[in-house]
């Protein structure tokens, strides 16, 4: 694998993302919304929100950007549609509070969750109407939509007992309760394809899955202790396959359960270990970190590392890998059990396009990267950084991974091979996440409160999208000295359409 990346430069930011289409970025600077071209990263329009912006989340068609500022109980939403340029709402939840804030499938409701949980409140920004929906036992979690965005499952939680709201978007009037087989609901969440299947987990006191259709349990996924008599907890992840036809469960014992939709059979048990037998994968190659140039790799995966010579003979700052097969050891980090969210188990899975790959990483070991092959369901690589993951993202079309570990450089690994592209020399930027544009063409890198962009070629290119409407030039130097400026002008002098709460619209 050859790939080369060309990297923009890096702007101050927060809470950046793609729009859907992948023509714009949105990015949080303290209290303003600053929206670029993905392309050159030209200021396309800043809006200024009345207080510090804590999330953004753009719609489903990306006219609209929804601002969540949960110190204030508000949030807001802006236009970015040349058509609708002076469009703008404020939804305000009152002395309830906002603890968090998100979209509908449609792009034309706004979902929002009070403080202390006491309800879901539904908004159009279309006629203005508003819906509510009592008693949801998340703020966050809890919450999923169906495939064809018709149906909402929202976990509900009412004198002590758990149990999931069937809800009809159309209306958005609640169509089925039912109570579920678990201890105590983690999370839940729909199959991305088909059918309005729904996977609920449980928490960390009942190590299972549930498998429910519209209130029918369908198949059950108990995590039962592996020989060495691993950990009881709960399950800790889950990941549905492009297709659907594969649902993977991440446990606290460093496993993954591989479930088939048609029969719900459990067909695939991924273990994960820090002392690996070549036994236990003998085709696949692991690729270790290293900032010599000169590791030798056996002869059988000299093809899969063909990149180390062009690395190398690229220059300047390189961090090589050396491709070889098992056994290996994987160095590992003292559990805490103890504590919430304990370093152990699968915390991370995540599926390439089409399901060919699913790639995992066991907090106990996060300096390790694992990518398994949905065919066979054995290893394929082994990816061994220098420093813990921090996130991985599958390119949205193609068989290509990207990860960071918190350096200045992004890694790729694709079935041909692994290598790391360094960002330019003298830019101290630690990329500790990332995201692929809709179509895939760019790579978003993220800091602590900066973000840059790297354009990444592998051989043919997509037609990339057409360029966003630019506005005044000038807006990049206006931009830094407002943002240079004190915050006493938070409370910006635009007009909003205001949307207040309604005559009572306290909690029932």
């Given at each position: 694998m050859a790939a080369t990346c060309r990297?923009?430069?890096?702007?101050?930011?927060?809470?950046?993302?793609?729009?859907?289409?992948?023509?714009?970025?949105?990015?949080?600077?303290?209290?303003?919304?600053?929206?670029r071209d993905a392309r050159t990263l030209e200021i396309v329009r800043v809006f200024a929100c009345v207080d510090r912006i804590d999330m953004l989340e753009w719609s489903c068609d990306s006219k609209y950007v929804l601002c969540g500022l949960f110190a204030r109980g508000l949030a807001q939403v802006w236009s970015v549609d040349p058509d609708e340029a002076d469009w703008h709402a404020k939804i305000d939840e009152g002395p309830l509070g906002l603890a968090h804030v998100r979209w509908a499938p449609d792009g034309r409701h706004v979902l929002a969750?009070?403080?202390?949980?006491?309800?879901?409140?539904?908004?159009?920004?279309?006629?203005?109407?508003?819906?509510?929906?009592?008693?949801?036992?998340?703020?966050?979690?809890?919450?999923?939509?169906?495939?064809?965005?018709?149906?909402?499952a929202l976990a509900h939680r009412r004198d002590g007992r758990d149990s999931v709201q069937l809800v009809q978007t159309e209306g958005w009037a609640v169509s089925l309760r039912f109570e579920v087989a678990s201890r105590d609901l983690a999370d839940l969440r729909y199959a991305p394809?088909?059918?309005?299947?729904?996977?609920?987990?449980?928490?960390?006191?009942?190590?299972?899955?549930?498998?429910?259709?519209?209130?029918?349990?369908?198949?059950t996924c108990r995590l039962q202790p592996g020989p060495e008599g691993s950990s009881h907890l709960g399950p800790k992840a889950l990941s549905w396959s492009p297709a659907a036809d594969l649902l993977a469960v991440c446990g606290h014992d460093e496993r993954v359960r591989l479930l088939h939709r048609g029969s719900w059979a459990h067909v695939g048990d991924l273990q994960h270990g820090a002392e690996l037998l070549e036994a236990f994968a003998p085709d696949a190659v692991a690729y270790a970190s290293s900032s010599a140039c000169d590791t030798e790799a056996d002869a059988e995966a000299a093809e899969l590392a063909e990149s180390l010579?062009?690395?190398?003979?690229?220059?300047?700052?390189?961090?090589?890998?050396?491709?070889?097969?098992?056994?290996?050891?994987?160095?590992?980090?003292?559990?805490t059990p103890e504590k919430p969210n304990p370093r152990m188990g699968v915390g991370l899975a995540t599926w390439s396009a089409g399901g060919r790959f699913l790639a995992t990483r066991d907090d106990g070991a996060p300096r390790a990267l694992w990518v398994w092959d949905g065919a066979s369901l054995g290893l394929h690589s082994l990816l061994l950084q220098a420093h813990a993951v921090r996130a991985a993202a599958w390119h949205p079309t193609r068989q290509l991974l990207a990860l960071c570990t918190g350096i200045g450089a992004v890694v790729l690994w694709s079935p041909r091979g692994c290598q790391t592209v360094p960002l330019p020399e003298g830019r101290?930027?630690?990329?500790?996440?990332?995201?692929?544009?809709?179509?895939?063409?760019?790579?978003?890198?993220?800091?602590?409160?900066?973000?840059?962009?790297?354009?990444?070629?592998?051989?043919?290119?997509?037609?990339?999208?057409?360029?966003?409407?630019?506005?005044?030039?000038?807006?990049?130097?206006?931009?830094?000295r407002l943002l240079a400026a004190e915050k006493g002008d938070e409370n910006a002098d635009a007009q909003y359409e205001y949307l207040p709460p309604p005559d009572g619209a306290g909690a029932e």
């Amino acid at each position: 694998m050859a790939a080369t990346c060309r990297f923009s430069d890096s702007h101050e930011g927060g809470h950046v993302l793609f729009s859907p289409d992948g023509r714009l970025v949105a990015a949080a600077a303290m209290y303003r919304l600053v929206v670029r071209d993905a392309r050159t990263l030209e200021i396309v329009r800043v809006f200024a929100c009345v207080d510090r912006i804590d999330m953004l989340e753009w719609s489903c068609d990306s006219k609209y950007v929804l601002c969540g500022l949960f110190a204030r109980g508000l949030a807001q939403v802006w236009s970015v549609d040349p058509d609708e340029a002076d469009w703008h709402a404020k939804i305000d939840e009152g002395p309830l509070g906002l603890a968090h804030v998100r979209w509908a499938p449609d792009g034309r409701h706004v979902l929002a969750t009070s403080d202390f949980r006491l309800r879901v409140t539904v908004w159009s920004l279309v006629d203005r109407s508003v819906s509510y929906l009592q008693y949801p036992k998340f703020a966050k979690e809890g919450l999923s939509f169906s495939a064809d965005g018709r149906q909402m499952a929202l976990a509900h939680r009412r004198d002590g007992r758990d149990s999931v709201q069937l809800v009809q978007t159309e209306g958005w009037a609640v169509s089925l309760r039912f109570e579920v087989a678990s201890r105590d609901l983690a999370d839940l969440r729909y199959a991305p394809r088909g059918d309005t299947t729904l996977c609920v987990l449980d928490g960390l006191l009942e190590p299972q899955a549930l498998v429910y259709r519209e209130g029918l349990l369908l198949a059950t996924c108990r995590l039962q202790p592996g020989p060495e008599g691993s950990s009881h907890l709960g399950p800790k992840a889950l990941s549905w396959s492009p297709a659907a036809d594969l649902l993977a469960v991440c446990g606290h014992d460093e496993r993954v359960r591989l479930l088939h939709r048609g029969s719900w059979a459990h067909v695939g048990d991924l273990q994960h270990g820090a002392e690996l037998l070549e036994a236990f994968a003998p085709d696949a190659v692991a690729y270790a970190s290293s900032s010599a140039c000169d590791t030798e790799a056996d002869a059988e995966a000299a093809e899969l590392a063909e990149s180390l010579a062009e690395l190398h003979a690229s220059g300047g700052r390189q961090y090589v890998y050396a491709a070889q097969r098992l056994p290996l050891s994987l160095p590992t980090v003292r559990p805490t059990p103890e504590k919430p969210n304990p370093r152990m188990g699968v915390g991370l899975a995540t599926w390439s396009a089409g399901g060919r790959f699913l790639a995992t990483r066991d907090d106990g070991a996060p300096r390790a990267l694992w990518v398994w092959d949905g065919a066979s369901l054995g290893l394929h690589s082994l990816l061994l950084q220098a420093h813990a993951v921090r996130a991985a993202a599958w390119h949205p079309t193609r068989q290509l991974l990207a990860l960071c570990t918190g350096i200045g450089a992004v890694v790729l690994w694709s079935p041909r091979g692994c290598q790391t592209v360094p960002l330019p020399e003298g830019r101290s930027f630690r990329v500790c996440g990332l995201a692929w544009g809709g179509g895939g063409d760019a790579l978003l890198l993220l800091d602590k409160d900066r973000f840059t962009l790297a354009h990444v070629q592998t051989g043919t290119e997509p037609e990339p999208p057409p360029p966003a409407p630019q506005l005044d030039p000038d807006l990049e130097e206006e931009l830094k000295r407002l943002l240079a400026a004190e915050k006493g002008d938070e409370n910006a002098d635009a007009q909003y359409e205001y949307l207040p709460p309604p005559d009572g619209a306290g909690a029932e």
